[in-house]
Protein backbone atom coordinates (compact mmCIF):
# COMPACT_ATOMS: atom_id res chain seq x y z
CA UNK A 1 0.00 0.00 0.00
CA UNK A 2 2.70 2.27 0.88
CA UNK A 3 4.19 2.04 -2.81
CA UNK A 4 0.19 2.80 -4.41
CA UNK A 5 0.49 6.00 -1.83
CA UNK A 6 3.89 7.11 -3.66
CA UNK A 7 2.56 6.20 -7.05
CA UNK A 8 -0.27 8.07 -6.65
CA UNK A 9 2.06 11.33 -5.10
CA UNK A 10 3.89 11.18 -8.24
CA UNK A 11 0.65 11.36 -10.23
CA UNK A 12 -0.29 14.67 -8.75
CA UNK A 13 3.07 16.37 -8.72
CA UNK A 14 3.35 15.51 -12.10
CA UNK A 15 0.13 17.21 -13.16
CA UNK A 16 1.12 20.08 -11.01
CA UNK A 17 1.97 23.44 -12.69
CA UNK A 18 2.71 25.92 -10.16
CA UNK A 19 -0.59 27.13 -8.86
CA UNK A 20 -3.12 24.64 -10.35
CA UNK A 21 -3.19 21.13 -11.58
CA UNK A 22 -4.09 19.46 -15.26
CA UNK A 23 -6.37 16.35 -14.57
CA UNK A 24 -4.21 14.79 -17.43
CA UNK A 25 -1.21 15.88 -19.20
CA UNK A 26 -2.02 15.45 -23.15
CA UNK A 27 -5.98 14.51 -22.93
CA UNK A 28 -7.39 17.79 -20.06
CA UNK A 29 -4.12 19.78 -20.44
CA UNK A 30 -6.08 23.03 -18.59
CA UNK A 31 -7.96 23.42 -14.99
CA UNK A 32 -10.96 22.00 -14.20
CA UNK A 33 -13.00 22.81 -11.81
CA UNK A 34 -14.51 19.53 -9.80
CA UNK A 35 -10.96 18.08 -10.84
CA UNK A 36 -9.26 20.53 -8.83
CA UNK A 37 -11.67 19.93 -5.52
CA UNK A 38 -11.09 16.40 -5.73
CA UNK A 39 -7.75 17.33 -6.29
CA UNK A 40 -6.76 19.36 -3.43
CA UNK A 41 -8.50 16.58 -0.81
CA UNK A 42 -5.22 14.41 -2.22
CA UNK A 43 -2.80 17.27 -1.42
CA UNK A 44 -4.19 17.88 1.42
CA UNK A 45 -2.37 14.63 2.82
CA UNK A 46 1.01 15.24 2.16
CA UNK A 47 1.30 18.99 0.89
CA UNK A 48 -1.08 21.23 2.02
CA UNK A 49 0.75 24.54 0.23
CA UNK A 50 -0.44 22.95 -3.05
CA UNK A 51 -4.09 22.34 -1.73
CA UNK A 52 -4.60 25.86 -0.83
CA UNK A 53 -3.63 26.73 -4.05
CA UNK A 54 -5.07 24.55 -6.21
CA UNK A 55 -8.52 26.20 -4.61
CA UNK A 56 -7.15 29.63 -4.39
CA UNK A 57 -6.39 29.73 -8.08
CA UNK A 58 -10.01 28.67 -8.99
CA UNK A 59 -11.57 30.84 -7.32
CA UNK A 60 -9.42 33.44 -8.54
CA UNK A 61 -10.95 32.82 -11.91
CA UNK A 62 -14.46 33.08 -10.47
CA UNK A 63 -16.85 35.82 -12.55
CA UNK A 64 -18.47 38.53 -11.01
CA UNK A 65 -21.89 37.58 -10.54
CA UNK A 66 -20.35 34.60 -8.35
CA UNK A 67 -20.04 31.33 -11.30
CA UNK A 68 -17.39 29.22 -11.57
CA UNK A 69 -16.47 27.83 -15.05
CA UNK A 70 -15.80 24.86 -15.35
CA UNK A 71 -12.08 25.10 -17.33
CA UNK A 72 -9.77 27.83 -16.69
CA UNK A 73 -7.53 28.23 -20.05
CA UNK A 74 -4.55 29.16 -17.80
CA UNK A 75 -2.11 29.00 -21.07
CA UNK A 76 -2.34 27.96 -24.88
CA UNK A 77 -2.63 24.37 -25.47
CA UNK A 78 -3.63 22.53 -29.42
CA UNK A 79 -4.43 19.39 -27.57
CA UNK A 80 -7.72 19.74 -26.68
CA UNK A 81 -10.97 20.83 -28.29
CA UNK A 82 -13.17 23.24 -27.77
CA UNK A 83 -10.61 26.22 -26.62
CA UNK A 84 -10.97 29.52 -25.64
CA UNK A 85 -11.44 30.93 -29.19
CA UNK A 86 -15.14 28.87 -29.10
CA UNK A 87 -16.58 29.20 -25.73
CA UNK A 88 -15.90 33.32 -26.11
CA UNK A 89 -16.13 33.56 -22.17
CA UNK A 90 -15.88 37.43 -22.74
CA UNK A 91 -18.87 37.60 -24.56
CA UNK A 92 -20.64 37.96 -20.45
CA UNK A 93 -20.40 41.27 -18.69
CA UNK A 94 -19.60 39.90 -15.59
CA UNK A 95 -16.84 37.57 -16.75
CA UNK A 96 -13.44 37.23 -15.41
CA UNK A 97 -11.02 39.45 -16.97
CA UNK A 98 -7.96 37.65 -16.01
CA UNK A 99 -8.55 34.25 -17.40
CA UNK A 100 -10.46 33.01 -20.31
CA UNK A 101 -12.53 30.34 -19.65
CA UNK A 102 -15.96 28.30 -20.83
CA UNK A 103 -18.64 30.08 -19.71
CA UNK A 104 -20.07 26.04 -18.48
CA UNK A 105 -19.75 25.21 -14.62
CA UNK A 106 -19.41 21.53 -13.20
CA UNK A 107 -20.49 20.04 -9.88
CA UNK A 108 -20.18 22.23 -6.82
CA UNK A 109 -17.06 20.86 -4.75
CA UNK A 110 -15.69 23.41 -3.54
CA UNK A 111 -17.47 24.12 -0.21
CA UNK A 112 -17.16 20.39 0.94
CA UNK A 113 -13.57 20.78 -0.43
CA UNK A 114 -12.86 23.21 2.09
CA UNK A 115 -13.90 21.15 4.95
CA UNK A 116 -11.91 18.65 3.86
CA UNK A 117 -8.83 20.10 4.07
CA UNK A 118 -10.04 21.41 7.64
CA UNK A 119 -10.54 17.75 8.51
CA UNK A 120 -6.95 16.72 7.25
CA UNK A 121 -5.40 19.01 8.27
CA UNK A 122 -2.84 19.09 10.52
CA UNK A 123 -2.54 22.92 11.53
CA UNK A 124 -6.05 23.47 11.91
CA UNK A 125 -5.22 27.56 12.62
CA UNK A 126 -3.02 27.88 9.22
CA UNK A 127 -5.76 25.99 7.23
CA UNK A 128 -8.78 28.11 9.11
CA UNK A 129 -7.00 30.98 7.93
CA UNK A 130 -7.09 30.26 4.26
CA UNK A 131 -10.43 29.09 4.31
CA UNK A 132 -11.51 32.30 6.07
CA UNK A 133 -9.70 34.04 2.68
CA UNK A 134 -11.67 32.11 0.34
CA UNK A 135 -14.80 31.25 2.18
CA UNK A 136 -17.07 34.19 1.00
CA UNK A 137 -16.05 33.59 -2.75
CA UNK A 138 -18.04 29.95 -2.25
CA UNK A 139 -21.05 31.11 -0.61
CA UNK A 140 -21.09 33.95 -3.57
CA UNK A 141 -21.01 30.73 -6.31
CA UNK A 142 -24.02 29.58 -4.52
CA UNK A 143 -25.84 32.74 -4.01
CA UNK A 144 -25.31 32.35 -7.90
CA UNK A 145 -27.15 29.12 -8.71
CA UNK A 146 -29.98 29.77 -5.96
CA UNK A 147 -30.50 33.49 -8.18
CA UNK A 148 -29.91 32.89 -11.54
CA UNK A 149 -30.17 28.87 -11.99
CA UNK A 150 -33.50 28.16 -10.27
CA UNK A 151 -35.92 30.05 -12.24
CA UNK A 152 -39.29 28.16 -10.15
CA UNK A 153 -37.72 28.71 -6.90
CA UNK A 154 -38.04 24.86 -6.36
CA UNK A 155 -34.78 24.65 -4.53
CA UNK A 156 -33.20 22.46 -7.16
CA UNK A 157 -30.91 24.18 -9.51
CA UNK A 158 -30.76 23.64 -13.65
CA UNK A 159 -27.87 22.78 -15.69
CA UNK A 160 -28.05 24.08 -19.39
CA UNK A 161 -25.49 21.16 -20.71
CA UNK A 162 -24.03 17.81 -20.56
CA UNK A 163 -20.70 18.90 -19.62
CA UNK A 164 -22.10 20.58 -16.42
CA UNK A 165 -23.25 17.41 -14.91
CA UNK A 166 -19.74 15.92 -15.05
CA UNK A 167 -21.04 12.82 -16.39
CA UNK A 168 -20.83 13.78 -20.09
CA UNK A 169 -21.92 11.28 -22.73
CA UNK A 170 -24.49 9.37 -20.07
CA UNK A 171 -27.27 7.46 -21.94
CA UNK A 172 -29.28 9.70 -20.10
CA UNK A 173 -28.94 12.75 -22.59
CA UNK A 174 -29.99 10.04 -25.56
CA UNK A 175 -33.41 10.53 -25.39
CA UNK A 176 -32.89 14.61 -24.91
CA UNK A 177 -30.90 14.78 -27.92
CA UNK A 178 -33.15 12.46 -30.33
CA UNK A 179 -35.13 15.49 -29.93
CA UNK A 180 -32.77 17.83 -31.16
CA UNK A 181 -30.82 18.14 -35.02
CA UNK A 182 -27.90 20.25 -34.89
CA UNK A 183 -25.94 21.09 -37.95
CA UNK A 184 -22.66 19.02 -38.44
CA UNK A 185 -19.90 20.91 -37.16
CA UNK A 186 -16.33 21.11 -38.86
CA UNK A 187 -13.86 20.73 -35.81
CA UNK A 188 -11.14 19.04 -35.20
CA UNK A 189 -11.12 16.04 -32.46
CA UNK A 190 -7.77 16.49 -30.60
CA UNK A 191 -9.24 13.70 -27.31
CA UNK A 192 -9.46 10.67 -29.95
CA UNK A 193 -5.41 11.04 -31.21
CA UNK A 194 -4.58 10.69 -26.92
CA UNK A 195 -7.35 8.18 -26.42
CA UNK A 196 -8.84 5.16 -28.21
CA UNK A 197 -12.12 6.92 -30.12
CA UNK A 198 -13.93 3.28 -28.97
CA UNK A 199 -13.71 5.09 -25.10
CA UNK A 200 -14.93 8.54 -26.08
CA UNK A 201 -17.98 10.31 -27.31
CA UNK A 202 -19.20 9.98 -30.89
CA UNK A 203 -18.69 13.05 -33.50
CA UNK A 204 -22.35 13.51 -33.91
CA UNK A 205 -22.31 13.79 -30.07
CA UNK A 206 -20.04 16.58 -29.99
CA UNK A 207 -22.61 18.17 -32.67
CA UNK A 208 -24.99 18.31 -29.66
CA UNK A 209 -22.41 19.49 -27.56
CA UNK A 210 -21.02 22.73 -29.54
CA UNK A 211 -24.95 23.55 -30.65
CA UNK A 212 -26.03 24.01 -27.15
CA UNK A 213 -22.89 25.94 -26.43
CA UNK A 214 -24.10 28.21 -29.48
CA UNK A 215 -26.89 29.08 -28.29
CA UNK A 216 -25.74 30.25 -25.34
CA UNK A 217 -23.48 32.43 -26.77
CA UNK A 218 -25.77 33.61 -29.07
CA UNK A 219 -27.06 35.24 -25.79
CA UNK A 220 -23.98 36.42 -24.09
CA UNK A 221 -24.29 33.13 -21.51
CA UNK A 222 -27.00 35.15 -19.69
CA UNK A 223 -28.84 32.84 -17.44
CA UNK A 224 -32.02 33.76 -18.29
CA UNK A 225 -31.84 33.46 -22.12
CA UNK A 226 -30.73 29.95 -21.29
CA UNK A 227 -33.18 28.54 -18.92
CA UNK A 228 -35.97 29.98 -21.89
CA UNK A 229 -34.44 28.86 -24.76
CA UNK A 230 -31.62 25.58 -23.96
CA UNK A 231 -32.87 22.18 -25.25
CA UNK A 232 -30.81 20.79 -22.57
CA UNK A 233 -32.13 21.64 -19.18
CA UNK A 234 -32.03 19.40 -16.27
CA UNK A 235 -32.38 19.26 -12.56
CA UNK A 236 -29.51 16.39 -11.55
CA UNK A 237 -29.76 14.82 -8.55
CA UNK A 238 -25.68 14.72 -8.17
CA UNK A 239 -25.45 18.27 -8.74
CA UNK A 240 -27.85 19.31 -6.35
CA UNK A 241 -26.71 16.45 -4.24
CA UNK A 242 -23.05 18.36 -3.87
CA UNK A 243 -24.19 21.38 -3.67
CA UNK A 244 -26.42 20.59 -0.85
CA UNK A 245 -23.25 19.03 0.65
CA UNK A 246 -21.64 22.18 0.19
CA UNK A 247 -23.63 24.23 1.77
CA UNK A 248 -23.59 21.74 4.98
CA UNK A 249 -20.18 22.38 4.60
CA UNK A 250 -20.06 26.15 4.57
CA UNK A 251 -22.72 26.13 7.84
CA UNK A 252 -19.98 23.54 9.87
CA UNK A 253 -17.01 26.34 8.32
CA UNK A 254 -18.79 29.44 9.19
CA UNK A 255 -19.90 28.56 12.66
CA UNK A 256 -16.26 27.78 13.68
CA UNK A 257 -15.34 31.16 11.88
CA UNK A 258 -18.58 33.01 14.12
CA UNK A 259 -20.10 35.66 13.15
CA UNK A 260 -21.43 34.80 10.25
CA UNK A 261 -25.25 34.21 11.06
CA UNK A 262 -26.92 35.70 8.19
CA UNK A 263 -24.93 33.69 6.18
CA UNK A 264 -25.63 30.29 8.17
CA UNK A 265 -29.31 30.97 8.15
CA UNK A 266 -29.39 32.16 4.12
CA UNK A 267 -27.42 28.55 4.08
CA UNK A 268 -29.79 26.79 5.99
CA UNK A 269 -32.92 27.91 4.05
CA UNK A 270 -31.16 27.12 1.18
CA UNK A 271 -30.81 23.42 1.93
CA UNK A 272 -34.13 23.02 3.56
CA UNK A 273 -35.60 23.63 0.29
CA UNK A 274 -32.98 21.55 -1.91
CA UNK A 275 -33.84 18.71 0.45
CA UNK A 276 -37.18 19.08 -0.18
CA UNK A 277 -36.94 19.15 -3.79
CA UNK A 278 -34.53 16.46 -4.18
CA UNK A 279 -37.16 13.69 -1.87
CA UNK A 280 -40.54 14.80 -4.08
CA UNK A 281 -39.43 15.83 -7.48
CA UNK A 282 -36.03 13.95 -8.35
CA UNK A 283 -36.99 10.63 -6.09
CA UNK A 284 -38.38 8.23 -8.62
CA UNK A 285 -41.27 5.89 -6.43
CA UNK A 286 -40.81 3.49 -8.84
CA UNK A 287 -37.38 3.05 -9.40
CA UNK A 288 -36.52 4.01 -5.47
CA UNK A 289 -33.53 6.08 -6.67
CA UNK A 290 -33.10 9.47 -7.40
CA UNK A 291 -33.08 10.23 -11.41
CA UNK A 292 -32.66 13.35 -13.35
CA UNK A 293 -35.68 15.39 -14.61
CA UNK A 294 -35.50 16.80 -18.17
CA UNK A 295 -37.03 20.43 -17.13
CA UNK A 296 -37.68 21.43 -21.03
CA UNK A 297 -39.55 18.60 -21.66
CA UNK A 298 -41.48 18.14 -18.07
CA UNK A 299 -40.43 15.01 -17.28
CA UNK A 300 -38.14 12.41 -15.28
CA UNK A 301 -35.47 10.91 -17.02
CA UNK A 302 -36.15 6.89 -15.81
CA UNK A 303 -32.60 5.51 -15.12
CA UNK A 304 -30.89 4.37 -12.69
CA UNK A 305 -26.77 5.24 -12.99
CA UNK A 306 -24.42 5.97 -10.45
CA UNK A 307 -25.62 9.84 -9.64
CA UNK A 308 -28.85 8.11 -8.55
CA UNK A 309 -27.19 6.57 -5.57
CA UNK A 310 -25.09 9.78 -4.77
CA UNK A 311 -27.70 11.43 -2.43
CA UNK A 312 -26.55 9.54 0.48
CA UNK A 313 -23.19 11.34 0.29
CA UNK A 314 -25.02 14.45 1.79
CA UNK A 315 -26.90 12.33 4.51
CA UNK A 316 -30.47 13.82 3.70
CA UNK A 317 -32.09 10.53 2.73
CA UNK A 318 -34.34 8.61 5.14
CA UNK A 319 -32.77 5.16 6.82
CA UNK A 320 -35.42 3.09 4.69
CA UNK A 321 -34.87 4.86 1.30
CA UNK A 322 -30.99 4.17 1.95
CA UNK A 323 -31.82 0.77 2.14
CA UNK A 324 -33.67 0.06 -0.71
CA UNK A 325 -31.34 2.10 -3.14
CA UNK A 326 -28.32 -0.11 -1.68
CA UNK A 327 -30.18 -3.26 -2.27
CA UNK A 328 -30.82 -1.63 -6.18
CA UNK A 329 -27.29 -0.60 -6.38
CA UNK A 330 -26.23 -4.80 -5.37
CA UNK A 331 -28.92 -6.08 -7.20
CA UNK A 332 -27.97 -4.15 -10.39
CA UNK A 333 -24.39 -3.33 -10.38
CA UNK A 334 -22.91 -5.64 -7.87
CA UNK A 335 -22.72 -8.90 -9.01
CA UNK A 336 -19.63 -11.19 -7.82
CA UNK A 337 -18.21 -10.38 -11.30
CA UNK A 338 -18.37 -6.90 -11.44
CA UNK A 339 -16.48 -3.68 -9.29
CA UNK A 340 -18.31 -1.41 -8.11
CA UNK A 341 -20.20 1.24 -9.22
CA UNK A 342 -21.04 1.54 -13.00
CA UNK A 343 -21.77 4.80 -13.90
CA UNK A 344 -24.61 3.37 -15.81
CA UNK A 345 -27.27 0.60 -14.99
CA UNK A 346 -25.46 -2.93 -16.18
CA UNK A 347 -29.11 -4.14 -16.67
CA UNK A 348 -30.15 -1.74 -19.23
CA UNK A 349 -29.18 -2.54 -22.86
CA UNK A 350 -27.33 0.94 -23.14
CA UNK A 351 -25.04 0.05 -20.93
CA UNK A 352 -21.33 -0.10 -22.50
CA UNK A 353 -18.88 -0.79 -20.14
CA UNK A 354 -15.75 1.04 -21.61
CA UNK A 355 -17.29 4.31 -23.34
CA UNK A 356 -16.47 7.32 -20.92
CA UNK A 357 -20.26 7.79 -18.47
CA UNK A 358 -22.10 4.95 -20.30
CA UNK A 359 -20.38 2.35 -18.08
CA UNK A 360 -17.16 2.20 -16.17
CA UNK A 361 -16.28 2.83 -13.45
CA UNK A 362 -15.19 6.28 -11.64
CA UNK A 363 -13.16 6.46 -9.19
CA UNK A 364 -14.86 9.83 -7.68
CA UNK A 365 -18.32 8.55 -7.63
CA UNK A 366 -16.75 5.61 -5.53
CA UNK A 367 -15.44 7.98 -3.29
CA UNK A 368 -18.83 9.96 -2.48
CA UNK A 369 -20.83 6.58 -2.23
CA UNK A 370 -17.99 5.25 0.29
CA UNK A 371 -18.57 8.09 2.25
CA UNK A 372 -22.22 7.67 2.06
CA UNK A 373 -22.02 3.88 3.19
CA UNK A 374 -19.93 5.21 6.13
CA UNK A 375 -22.16 7.66 6.92
CA UNK A 376 -25.38 5.60 6.94
CA UNK A 377 -23.36 2.74 9.08
CA UNK A 378 -23.40 0.16 5.92
CA UNK A 379 -20.06 -0.60 6.51
CA UNK A 380 -19.65 -3.69 4.62
CA UNK A 381 -20.57 -2.03 1.39
CA UNK A 382 -18.26 0.65 2.25
CA UNK A 383 -15.11 -1.41 2.81
CA UNK A 384 -16.96 -3.57 -0.55
CA UNK A 385 -16.16 0.35 -2.87
CA UNK A 386 -13.13 1.22 -1.21
CA UNK A 387 -11.63 -2.70 -2.00
CA UNK A 388 -12.75 -2.55 -5.57
CA UNK A 389 -11.57 0.66 -5.81
CA UNK A 390 -7.73 0.46 -4.50
CA UNK A 391 -7.75 -3.36 -6.65
CA UNK A 392 -9.13 -1.55 -9.77
CA UNK A 393 -6.16 0.94 -9.33
CA UNK A 394 -3.46 -1.47 -8.53
CA UNK A 395 -4.41 -4.11 -11.17
CA UNK A 396 -5.15 -1.15 -14.23
CA UNK A 397 -2.88 1.64 -12.98
CA UNK A 398 -4.39 5.66 -12.31
CA UNK A 399 -6.70 5.79 -15.50
CA UNK A 400 -9.53 8.51 -15.66
CA UNK A 401 -12.15 5.31 -15.82
CA UNK A 402 -12.15 1.79 -15.54
CA UNK A 403 -14.03 -1.31 -16.58
CA UNK A 404 -16.48 -2.76 -14.11
CA UNK A 405 -16.34 -6.32 -15.12
CA UNK A 406 -13.47 -8.34 -13.18
CA UNK A 407 -12.11 -10.75 -16.14
CA UNK A 408 -11.23 -7.76 -17.89
CA UNK A 409 -8.98 -6.33 -15.84
CA UNK A 410 -7.24 -9.78 -15.39
CA UNK A 411 -6.73 -10.27 -19.44
CA UNK A 412 -6.61 -7.22 -20.99
CA UNK A 413 -6.30 -3.75 -20.70
CA UNK A 414 -8.71 -2.45 -18.65
CA UNK A 415 -8.04 1.08 -17.27
CA UNK A 416 -9.39 3.44 -19.80
CA UNK A 417 -9.19 7.29 -21.13
CA UNK A 418 -6.45 9.56 -19.79
CA UNK A 419 -3.80 8.00 -18.13
CA UNK A 420 -1.70 9.85 -14.80
CA UNK A 421 -5.58 10.83 -13.66
CA UNK A 422 -5.14 13.18 -10.96
CA UNK A 423 -8.27 12.45 -9.28
CA UNK A 424 -8.17 8.92 -9.22
CA UNK A 425 -4.53 9.10 -7.60
CA UNK A 426 -6.03 12.09 -5.23
CA UNK A 427 -8.83 9.92 -4.35
CA UNK A 428 -6.96 6.96 -4.07
CA UNK A 429 -4.66 8.78 -1.65
CA UNK A 430 -7.89 9.81 0.62
CA UNK A 431 -9.74 6.04 1.05
CA UNK A 432 -5.98 5.02 1.76
CA UNK A 433 -5.12 7.43 4.10
CA UNK A 434 -8.55 8.48 5.65
CA UNK A 435 -9.73 6.43 8.47
CA UNK A 436 -12.94 8.33 9.05
Not at 414 to 434: C, K, M, N, P, Q
Request: proline fraction near 5%; charged fraction near 25%; charge should be negative.
Amino acid sequence: MKNLVKQAQQVLNKNWKDGFSVPSAKLYPFQWLWDSGFIAIGFAHYDMDKAEKEIATLLDAQWDNGFIPHIVFHTPSDTYFPGPEFHQSELHPLSSKKYKSTGMTQPPVTGFVLEEMYRISQDKNSTLAFIKSQIDKVFLNHEYFYKHRDPNNEGLVYIYHNWESGTDNSPIWDDIFATMNPPHYEFTRRDTTHVDAAERPTNREYDHYLHIINIAKEHNYSDEKIAELSPFLIQDPLFNTMLIKSNEALINLYEILGDNQDKIAQLKLWNQKAIGGMNTKLYHDELQVYTHFDVRNNRPIPFITSSSFAPIFANFVSQQRVENMLNIMLDKFGGEDKYLCASFDPTNERFDPKKYWRGPVWVNLNWMLYRGCRAYDYNTLAERIKKDTIEIVEKSGFYEYFDARKEIHISDKAGYGGGDFSWTAALLLDLIESDL
